[in-house]
């Protein structure tokens, strides 16, 4: 389905808007958006529930608006009900105006969910009303009730809306680091760092599919075990003072490929840890770090940055598709972590900064 560059999953004010499904209990204590009545004029019964913020700041800063104007499905896009939408870290970063490209104000955040295709747009053939779907890069944000998708592909009965909405951004961005940037391979080793969170257990599953041996790390010993559940042969604990020997020890000719999700803490022990020629892929980083060149230079390894909006169409097709494949087949199954409800969208933005010890994606369920 088509793509649009740049502005893939926001709303701007001129387009307006492996095992485990976690049932969480409300709590009063959790902070809730306040919810704000807009009125919009001439819209013809096309109004929406939305989180919205309407100006960069803190995570109180995102409102729940009960007539946020409803989009359009232009040409290749669906318009999808969404039902749950994922939260990444990437989602704090725009919303507190610290990141690159920021979206017109107001937007709906949020850059992946599930759902059920409720119209098409002209020229799309491969979907049609009533499928169910998980999707990506929205051109308007998931955390709202619509959003316009060009990127959406079947969600196989057997998972629910929210492991739908855990599947994206995790998947998408494992699959690419595994096999468009590293050129992973049967048989090669990879070092998983932050292996219990959403990309991480997503690369720890695409990973083990595919016959390579996984090694992870995790901040806890719960993290440790959802790990090692979900395809990697050994988990070490990062917060343990001599991790990073234990792993050199038990694996001295070091890995293949590294996916590194904290690149400020973890690079120059991923320059030490990576085998000759070997690859380290950064997914994230929070901050600036200081390496010694000549430990790469030795071994002739590289680093390589992986960013999804990056994607050609084919690319998020023959991705999305593939994933779908390997979810039907049971090679992969995402892992939900925390539930919230959308009212709870300042609570999810605050668990994605402060969270330590991540067991699976963070999600907000849509009624």
Known sequence: MAKNRLQFAFVTSTD???????????????PTAPTT????????????????VRQFGSPENILIENAFPKPTPKEGEVLVRVHAAGVNPVDTYIRSGQYANLPNLPYVPGREGAGIVEEIGEGVTELKPGDRVWFTQPRTGSAAQYAAVSHAY?????????????IGIAYMTAFRALFTKAQARKGQSVLIHGASGGVGLAACQLAASAGLKVVGTAGTEAGVSIARQNGAEFVANHREMEYVRTLADL???????VLEMLANVNLSHDASLVARYGKICVIGSRGDIQINPRVLM??????IGVMLFHNTRDDYDNMGNEISKLIKYGHIKPVVGKEFRLEEMPAAHHEVVNQTGTLGKIVVNIP
């Open 16 to 30: 307006s808007p492996m095992h485990q499904d976690c049932d969480m209990e409300e709590n009063d204590d959790q």
């Open 37 to 52: 009545m807009v009125t919009v004029l001439g819209m013809g019964g096309r109004a929406m529930r939305a989180a919205v």
């Open 154 to 166: 079947i969600l196989p009965e057997q998972l629910s809306f929210s492991q739908g909405a855990a």
């Open 251 to 257: 694996y001295p000719s070091g890995f293949d490929i």
């Open 298 to 303: 030795q071994k002739e390894s590289s680093i």
